[in-house]
């Protein structure tokens, strides 16, 4: 075998790099936050299975959003705890049946 073709096996098994260490947060920079009242970001919201996962079949349809409606969907199906698409479906569904 070729040295070549053996380190491009060796990069394809990953490497065993030991983790880093925690940069140290300055004394000062730790008490600001601690004044600031900063909080930690809550840990991740767990979704329902998505809409294609319940068995329904799909037609796939790009559609482009303003950027700010894009975050209020994101931000509404993260609350609901929905998918975006079941969002989108819904109200489609319903501005369609009117």
Not at 1 to 25: Q, Y
Not at 53 to 71: H, N, Q, V
């Amino acid at each position: 075998m070729s040295a070549a073709r053996k380190s491009k096996d060796d990069l394809a098994k990953g490497f065993n790099l030991p983790k880093p260490k925690p940069a140290p947060v300055p004394e000062d920079a730790a008490q600001a936050f601690e004044q600031a009242g900063a909080q930690p970001s809550p840990p991740p919201v767990k979704t329902k299975p998505r809409a294609k996962d319940e068995g329904k079949a799909k037609t796939r349809i790009t559609t482009y959003f303003p950027p700010s409606l894009a975050k209020r969907l994101r931000v509404e199906a993260a609350r609901r705890e929905r998918s975006m698409t079941d969002l989108v479906i819904e109200a489609v569904d319903a501005y369609l049946a009117r």
